[in-house]
């Protein structure tokens, strides 16, 4: 928030201005200017219009700065702290993209006064030059250890407070404004100031229904707007042009919750979703006519479907399984993402991944013109790479390490081949987990089987597709006289430095890097088989047999 310019004392503090869009409105100086610079009328009009506002220990009141423009008559207004007043743990402060609204907020620890004061400027009748008016008044924070939505400011809580300043208590409007701090036994008032006899607050109407949302993925401001109606009522209704009448625009405040973020944005906010499940948010629903209630919106919170695809796979889903009512649907299409990676067609959606993620909105138009959509995440990703098998070696691939590091315990992984059968190679799932290829000894050599590996975290709603080659090769022996060995190229087609792999003994690791590092023994081992492990972590083993000596010799 930058500096504003106005015709106040350098004693006052500003805490917020109705054109701020901030979550806070952080305290500054105002920049004095002599009124007869700028063509105001060189006094002040003090007016008294806001009386005590009491607020119980940790707990909050709202002000609606649009309603008090019309309340004053004023425009461009502002609410001042003075600098000699102690605030006593009491801020004022704006909400993410709603304008106009400023909390008064009371600490949990401190009780106490803090003064005031609305300022802004008045154009009277055909009179061009404005007039600065100002508004003094305190906010009173008083003792409370309950649950501070539930407080209610009793009658002799107000004597108390008379007692106590009988010096701002003199008129029968001070008394009034103090008195309608007191809430009756049904209601807490929230909203301290009478800004228009004539306007109602909007109330609950008690729906049940939960508004949808997806984890991560931002609901705006104007997509909640769409959907009070439904949860709040107003019974309001204003003359605009002509002989039409509107119902107040009623917006809603998030109260700060552990399950949900809000962000700014060109809309006004957005709601992100933090996690799944259902919620019953806490709100501030206002009509920016001073009406002011506080209630709950129901919402459903759940993980939006994620493919993590690499480049030669594809995924196909029938959306009728996303949809409620899916018999009463009359199509689907596209409604956000780069159609060019998804094609719908009758029920089904087919997704193949860019080279960047991508988020895809689809939507199902049901035959009474009502819609509802679905959210797909489409993100490229290759963890298995292609690899090698010995012939009489087995290899065991760790599914849950390589596709999904934090995999919930409702994951289940298929693997299906893209190519014909390879005589002498064999795969499955083991174990629910573990992906086993096995060679005979007389496979067939230089075969590659082409498999398509599948892993559907059923919890998170991830869906993972990798394709995978497995080609068989012949033993590549290296004989230095005391040792034989075999090359780590002959098993990864990829690069492989020496410290992501370890072997068991006696057997050895020994070379640079790469291809320069060699799997030995001694040439007097006997029989047995090497164990070689990729990552230290169960990821890629190998279990390949030797026996010594006899092992054929490199010319």
């Known amino acids: 928030m930058g500096k504003e310019q106005k015709t106040c004392s350098t004693k006052n503090k500003i805490v917020g201005a109705i054109a701020s869009t901030a979550m806070i409105a952080v305290p500054f100086l105002t920049v004095p200017v002599a009124a007869n610079e700028i063509g105001f009328h060189p006094y002040p009009e003090e007016v008294d219009k806001i009386q005590t506002i009491i607020v119980p220990q940790n707990g909050s009141k709202y002000i609606d ?47 106490g006064k803090a003064t005031f004061t609305v300022t802004g400027i008045r154009y009277s009748g055909e009179s061009e030059t404005p007039t600065n008016i100002t508004d003094t008044f305190d906010v009173m924070v008083v003792a409370n250890t309950g649950d501070a939505d539930e407080f209610k400011y009793d ?54 229904e939960r508004i949808h949302g997806f984890v991560g993925q931002g609901i705006s401001k104007y997509s909640i707007r769409d959907s009070l109606r439904n949860y709040f009522s107003d019974a309001d209704v204003r003359p605009v042009e002509g002989e039409y009448y509107e119902h107040d625009e009623l917006d809603a405040i998030f109260v700060e919750n552990e399950n949900i973020r809000i962000e700014e944005d060109y ?40 493919f993590y695809l690499d480049d030669e796979s594809t995924i196909k889903v029938d959306l009728r399984d996303y949809f409620p009512n899916a018999h009463e649907i009359a199509n689907f299409y596209v409604q956000e993402g780069n159609s060019s990676f998804v094609n719908i067609s009758d029920n089904e959606a087919t997704f193949k991944p860019d080279t960047v993620p991508h988020t895809y909105t689809i939507v199902a138009a049901y035959m009474n013109d009502n819609t509802d959509y679905y959210t797909f995440s489409v993100i490229p990703k290759d963890s298995l790479h292609n690899i090698s098998l010995l012939t009489s070696s087995e290899l065991d691939l760790n599914l849950p390490s390589l596709l999904l590091p934090n995999p919930s315990p409702n994951v289940t992984y298929s693997v299906y081949s893209n190519t014909e059968h390879v005589n002498g190679l064999t795969y499955g799932i083991e174990s629910s987990q573990d992906l086993i290829f096995e060679a005979v000894n007389d496979a067939m050599i230089n075969s590659i089987l082409d498999v398509t590996v599948t892993a559907k975290d059923l919890t998170n709603h991830i869906t993972i597709k ?43 690791l020994s070379g640079m890097f790469g291809s320069y590092s060699t799997v030995s023994a001694p040439a007097n081992s006997g029989t047995g088989t090497v164990v070689i492990t990729l990552n230290y972590k169960d990821e890629i083993i190998y279990k390949i047999p030797f026996t010594y000596p006899n092992q054929p010799s490199l010319d």
């Open 466 to 508: 990798d394709n995978l080659q497995v080609k068989v090769v012949p033993y590549v022996f290296e004989n230095y006289s005391q040792t034989v060995g075999i090359r780590t190229t002959e098993l990864f087609n990829f690069g492989i430095n020496k410290n992501e792999i370890e072997v068991t003994s006696p057997f050895a």
């Open 155 to 208: 009658i002799t809580n107000a004597l108390t407070a008379m007692m106590v300043f009988p010096e701002q208590y003199q008129t029968n409007d001070q008394v009034k404004g103090l008195l309608r701090n007191v809430s009756p036994k049904t209601v807490v008032e929230n909203s301290p100031i009478n800004y228009d006899g004539h306007n109602t607050a909007p109330f609950p109407i008690g729906n049940e």
């Open 267 to 306: 809309e006004g906010y957005k709601l992100i979703p933090l996690q799944s499940g259902d919620f019953d948010l806490d709100v501030v629903v206002v009509d920016h006519h001073g009406g002011i209630t506080k209630g709950k919106i129901p919402f459903h919170f759940e993980n939006a479907e994620k």
């Open 65 to 111: 700065l649009t309603a008090l423009e019309s309340f004053y008559g004023t425009s461009n207004l502002s609410i001042i702290q003075a600098e000699n007043t102690n605030p006593n743990g009491i801020t004022i402060a704006g909400f993410t993209g709603v304008n106009g609204i400023y909390q008064i907020k009371a600490s949990a620890n401190a009780v």
